[in-house]
């Protein structure tokens, strides 16, 4: 009570005053560092100088939500679908964080309209609402701790934004496919990135391998890790369904102790 007091009266003489107004209308809290979230909507494309000088923008913050969010949404699919097999899990929590899914929610609730970014890549990257997410969510728990980016997402994002059951028959996500064939067939998955640059326009880009049982299946681009995952699971699915000399030799490789899966 007394410490949400303080943040009102620094609201009200706070130059930031519409960013303080809009996280508490999206969160239910004011913010205690308003700077976190002040830097979870600064892209790459447009960075500012922190206290010591440096060039900073919200990639760190990215990271560190990306983490949260993979936690939080792991713990509460493991609590409320008791019954459920490890394959349905995690295909299901890669449903739910893959970026055309946080895409769809940072412009439900309005992120990319705080974003600061070049309009150039405004333009060219569709998924900075996502990124701004995941920004988001590293900010919240940053200021205000686990418990709190918690609650905001299983709540704001979980359950009033995502329809698990649509999401479960949903085909979109070759990645979460990819996992459950290897799973029903015993074989290894493995994702490598194998290599990073940058386009024309200094954009980085991701080039990612995927594995099937040690035998290199496909590879693929993308201006973000996860999209690269999805591009060379598209690629190794298709590949599964028309090579059958590569199909035998995947399926050869299963064991009985079952599949691991890392990204």
């Not at 194998?194 to 954009?203: F, P, Q, S």
Request: charged share 20%; aromatic share 12%.
């Amino acid at each position: 009570m007394f410490n949400g007091i303080i943040s009102f009266i620094k609201l009200l003489s706070s130059k930031d005053k519409g960013l303080y107004v809009f996280i508490h209308d999206l969160t239910g809290f004011y913010p205690k560092n308003i700077n976190l979230y002040k830097l979870a909507f600064v892209h790459r494309s447009m960075p500012v100088k922190d206290e010591n000088g440096n060039w900073v923008n919200n990639e760190r913050l990215e990271y560190l939500g990306d983490a949260v969010l993979d936690l939080v949404v792991a713990a509460y699919l493991y609590h409320h679908y008791p019954d459920k097999h490890e394959g349905f899990l995690t295909s299901t929590r890669a449903k739910i964080v893959q970026r055309e899914s946080l895409n769809r929610i940072g412009k439900l609730f309005h992120l990319d309209q705080h974003v600061k970014a070049s309009a150039h890549s405004s333009s060219h990257n569709s998924y900075i609402s996502g990124n701004a997410v995941e920004a988001f969510v590293g900010a919240i728990y940053l200021d205000r701790g686990y418990a709190c980016a918690q609650n905001f997402i299983e709540n704001k994002i979980i359950r009033d934004n995502i329809d698990i059951v649509s999401l479960v028959n949903t085909e979109k996500n070759f990645k979460s496919r990819l996992i459950e064939w290897t799973q029903k067939f015993h074989v290894s998955i493995e994702y490598e990135l194998v290599d990073t640059y940058n386009d024309a326009e200094n954009n980085p880009v991701f080039r990612t391998a995927v594995l099937l049982g040690g035998i290199f299946a496909a590879d693929a681009t993308g201006y973000s890790k996860k999209e690269s995952h999805q591009g060379a699971s598209k690629k190794a699915l298709e590949r599964l369904k028309t090579d059958h000399v590569f199909y035998e030799q995947v399926v050869a490789t299963a064991t009985s102790a079952g599949p691991s899966a890392m990204s």
